[in-house]
């Protein structure tokens, strides 16, 4: 089997592929539309909460929802306001 010898050209080749394809794979997913409705285990998993946690901030109106059969969904925008609505600025 005959050894095939990489140049600094074909390494430099290779990174110039690698950088467009994630920069393709990154501005594919930027791209991509957020849904309007999310469910309760997309939401727990966009903030980074627990079951209970989030339906404290239910009970607590924190977070406004819309219930259909027993299935609550969250409005994505209603969820970035409240987020940028409850922003702390420490630098007072």
Known sequence: MAAKIIT???LD??????????????GDK???TTK???????????LGLSTG????LRIN???PYT???????????KIMQV???NTVNNND
């Open 36 to 46: 309007k409705w999310l469910k309760s285990p997309e939401v727990r998993k966009l």
């Open 53 to 56: 946690t989030l339906q404290n």
């Open 61 to 63: 109106g924190t977070l």
């Open 67 to 77: 219930k259909i059969g027993g299935i609550i969904y969250y409005d994505y925008e």
């Open 83 to 85: 987020l940028e609505e």
């Open 13 to 26: 080749e290779f990174k110039d592929d690698l950088l467009s394809n994630i920069k393709n794979l990154i």
């Open 8 to 10: 600094p050209e074909d």
């Open 30 to 32: 930027s791209k991509t």
